[in-house]
């Protein structure tokens, strides 16, 4: 069966649009697949990191917007979608596994990290292949994708050192952060939305629109996740609440509190803040309108992601990419 002839299958069986699962839940399947081949090593240790965290679960996001992007657009074999999603997802938890180092995180996804059962070694060099791997995959595609994918890293890199330059720092202001989230997260959104536009054949110009979707999504996520960080709870975060601030993490809801919020700016420029101040501080975000502003911000960048998908014709698979981007926005409630 086609694509749209299974969309109509189910249409005609439910009487509703086919969720994303049920659209593109095989080729993630076998994107899956993919990645845990990938991960097969001749030192075992370095196949047991990234097992760590990949079989920790995500939401596998990146993959799933290439796919429905390119099934939305109208192509019909995903076979190279596949291979890149999974070399995206690669990139994406070695940003993780260097991203725990960096933070000294002993939490990821609700379980030890792989820096905590591993240590520093195996973790440092185990996000390294993960890179590797990563591209081994990527690197077979044409000169467009490969810089595609090696611009996501570069900006994934430059965002990181600029997180770490304003971390504790009260001079960032919003444009930093934006700055910040559109290198360290937004980058493989924006990546993953082109590359699914440009294997199905889009122009140019509807490819860069697709790759702005990308871009506004991966956005509104990371300023939801910074507002998930201070509301909780933690069985959904996956990390302690307000993990961000105890770090000094320039996050949205921090940024915006450092001039109004005494509390808050004493803890985000604390290097080792008590657990009362950290209460709080978190306290006196909630209370205050802080978080309505978050929440508008981010609504903001959801609604401008769903106007992207003009440039793409009217299907299940589109409605399905809507359907993604608002959900982001139901985690907060």
């Known amino acids: 069966m086609t694509p749209a002839t299974i969309t109509s299958a189910i249409e005609l069986e439910t009487g509703r649009n086919p ?98 059962q591993f240590g520093l070694n195996p973790t440092l060099v185990g996000g390294d292949f993960l890179f590797a791997k990563a591209f081994s995959v990527a690197g077979r595609f044409d000169a467009k994708v490969v810089g595609w994918a090696a611009d996501a890293c570069v900006q994934l890199c430059e965002g990181e050192m600029l997180q770490n330059r304003h971390r504790r720092n009260l001079e960032v202001g919003l444009e930093d952060y934006l700055t910040i989230a559109r290198c360290k997260t937004a980058s493989l959104f924006r990546q993953a939305s082109r590359i699914g536009a440009h294997f199905a054949g889009m122009s140019e110009q509807d490819v860069d629109t697709l ?32 993990s961000d601030l105890r770090e000094g993490a320039p996050a949205l809801p921090t940024v915006l509190a450092l001039a109004e919020l005494p509390q808050v700016a004493n803890v985000f420029s604390s290097h080792e803040p008590s657990e009362k101040q950290v209460n709080e501080a978190l306290s006196a975000l909630r209370h205050s309108g802080i978080l309505d502003r978050v929440r508008g911000m981010a609504r903001e960048r959801i609604q401008s992601a769903i106007d992207c998908l003009d440039a793409l014709p009217e299907s299940a698979y589109r409605s399905a990419l809507e359907q993604v981007t608002l959900d982001l926005l139901d985690r907060t409630s």
């Open 211 to 242: 790759a702005k979707f990308g871009d506004e999504i991966g956005i509104g996520f990371q300023m939801v996740d910074d507002l998930l960080d201070v509301v909780g709870p933690e069985s959904v975060i996956g990390k302690p609440v307000g």
């Open 19 to 116: 969720s994303p699962s049920e659209l593109v839940g095989e080729e993630l399947r076998i994107v899956e697949d993919r990645i845990m081949e990938l991960l097969g090593s001749d030192e075992a240790i370095l196949t047991r990191v990234g097992s760590a965290l990949i079989g920790a679960g995500g939401k596998r996001i990146r993959p799933a917007l290439a796919l429905l992007v390119f099934r939305a657009a109208g192509g019909q074999d995903p076979a190279d979608t596949i291979d890149v999603g999974a070399a995206i997802e690669l990139i994406h938890s070695a940003t993780l596994l260097h991203d725990d180092i960096l933070d000294s995180g002993t939490v990821r996804r609700g379980k030890p990290s792989p820096f905590a």
